[in-house]
Structure formats: structure tokens, C-alpha cells
């Protein structure tokens, strides 16, 4: 996750530029296209992240008990009663 954390500070640094006002509009645009490309990056790392923690959450703990198939199932209790 050292890479996350690396690009998540890059990201920050670029917003921090574009608000300079000292920043003309091809370096700001530039920043931005790198800023773009960074959080596309980040957004893909998270839906990955996501996708394991929903597998670990709905391992079964013995080979009898079935995967719950929702993250809180005990929020959506309505469902079994229709």
C-alpha cells in the first residue's frame, strides 16, 4: 500500500498547485491531466481493496455455513419477509 499512500500525496500536492495563483493555465492544465490519470489509479486500488475485504467478510467459517452474499445483511431484513 506504500505506492497508495505515495500517489495519494502526489494528488494532493497537484491540487495544492492548481490553486496557486502563480501557476499559468498550461502547467495548471497539466497538473490536472496528471491529477486525473493519479485518481483513476486510486479508484482501481480501492474497488481491488473493496473486492478482498467482501471476500474475507463473507468467507464461511465452516464448509456447512453458506457465504452471506451482502456486506450487513442484518440491515436488509425486510427481504426474507416478502
Known amino acids: 500500500m506504500k505506492g497508495f499512500e505515495k500517489r495519494l500525496k502526489r494528488l494532493e500536492e497537484l491540487s495544492e498547485k492548481i490553486h496557486d495563483e ?4 498550461d502547467e495548471a492544465m497539466a497538473f490536472f491531466e496528471e491529477g486525473i490519470k493519479l485518481a483513476r489509479a486510486l479508484e482501481t486500488d480501492l474497488a481491488k481493496v473493496e473486492r478482498k475485504i467482501e471476500i474475507l467478510v463473507n468467507q ?8 452471506v452474499l451482502e456486506l450487513f445483511p442484518e440491515l436488509d431484513s425486510g427481504k426474507d419477509q416478502e
Do not use: F, G, I, N
Not at 502563480?22 to 493555465?25: A, G
Not at 464461511?60 to 457465504?67: I, V
Open 60 to 67: 464461511a467459517d465452516s464448509e456447512e455455513e453458506k457465504p
Open 22 to 25: 502563480e501557476v499559468d493555465l
